[in-house]
């Protein structure tokens, strides 16, 4: 008997965690995708094995029905093919590797979708290389264990969306993954308009630096220790008046206790409205001594006007040629410099901005990209076998690799019964 056909407008997303949109820039991000789906009439269900916080985003109130399930679980094989989803979404490769095998299993005619987020296996390549005090390659990358099981997870979807540009491009030259299998999907973002842009605090109105990220995210904790140790000093001993306001949720004490009113170095924690601080700093710092993927806080800056310093890493993939909005440096002393400049030169300030309007307005406009991507998804749906048929190292994968997976989830469920 044939598999029945899927309900072509039923989402399934399979979440890492609970869209946390005012914590987390992979909340905001999962938002957005939740949005287009509802903007283009799908049903949804939100399946997740984390817990709910304080900070979850209320999913019911848009009409996203939650189901809260179990790992390694034959419970979600049952859940699966009552709700016969015609997409599955996995939120990161590591979700994909738990449950792609009984989707494809369950409902073996869902496109399956992996939204990538970042390129893990990149910033913890890159981690690693800063740890040792080596100068990353990309041959740390190509030789990490979790680039091989990401890769995998890639070739096994049938579309995986790329949020950065220099993402999209190595895993297609240098890795050389058929460009049909990805969509380059950065943040969906409202277009800056005129009236917007009028509206923002200017130059004199403005006062201090800010730094924003979640604590749970190793690459903003490791920026604020660097910021507070080898650039602060500098950029206080120039503007012994300036100050920053350092904000993140999930703070952990190695960053609380850097909380220095003496030295104008405030960590002030969780900000319930990140645009609204943002709005509010003259200079956004994000010293970012390793990471991967689209930046959030260098995107919420430019949506409210702030020009922003950061690190080649931190600006990768985010602007295509375009100038930057603000400056580029990685080391200390060029980074404070490059933030004094931004804060004194108006002149440089209001380009900075200018730029940053540029970038959003041409780059990530939710109406254009919201076009590119329910088209691609047309394309691969409608011709769903024969995109399979193409990507014959994903059939080889389905084939041997997924195996192991399949038999160790089935040997911890097998476990978890035994009395």
Known sequence: MSDPEPHTKTLLIIGFMWPEPKATAAGGRMMQLIHFFINHDYSITFACAASETERTSDLDSLGVKKIHIKLN?????????GLNPGLVLFDRFMIEEQFGWRVARSAPNALRILETQDLHSLRIS??????????????????????????????????SLVLSSFELGILRNTIGINSGLMLHLPFLMAPIHELTAANWLGFE??????????????????????????????????????????????????ITQLNDSSTGFFVRGWATDAYEVMGKARVNLAPLR???????????AMCTGTPNVTTTIGAEGM???????????????????????????????????????????????????????HSKLKKVRDDLESHRSQNFIGGMLWHHTMASTKYMSKWIEAKQVVP
């Open 73 to 81: 679980h034959a419970s979600f094989d049952d859940f699966l093919v």
């Open 126 to 159: 890159r981690q690693e290389a800063l740890k040792r005090g080596a100068i990353f390659s990309v041959g740390d990358w190509l030789g990490h264990e979790t680039t091989k099981r990401e890769i995998a997870s890639i070739y096994r979807s049938d579309l």
């Open 205 to 254: 109105a403005r006062s201090d630096f800010i730094c924003i990220g979640n604590g749970k995210h190793a690459p903003n904790v490791d920026s604020v220790v660097w910021l507070k140790k080898g650039i602060w000093p500098i950029l206080h001993k120039a503007l012994p008046k300036a100050v920053i306001h350092v904000y993140g949720a999930y703070l952990p004490q190695k």
């Open 290 to 300: 390793f990471g991967a993927g689209i930046k959030g806080k260098l995107i919420d």
């Open 319 to 373: 602007r295509g040629e375009r100038p930057w909005n603000g400056e580029i440096a990685d080391d200390p002393e060029a980074f404070a410099h490059a933030a004094i400049k931004l804060y004194c030169d108006r002149e440089a300030w209001q380009m900075a901005q200018y730029n940053g309007i540029k970038i959003i307005n041409e780059l990530y406009d939710k109406n254009k990209l919201d076009r590119v991507f």
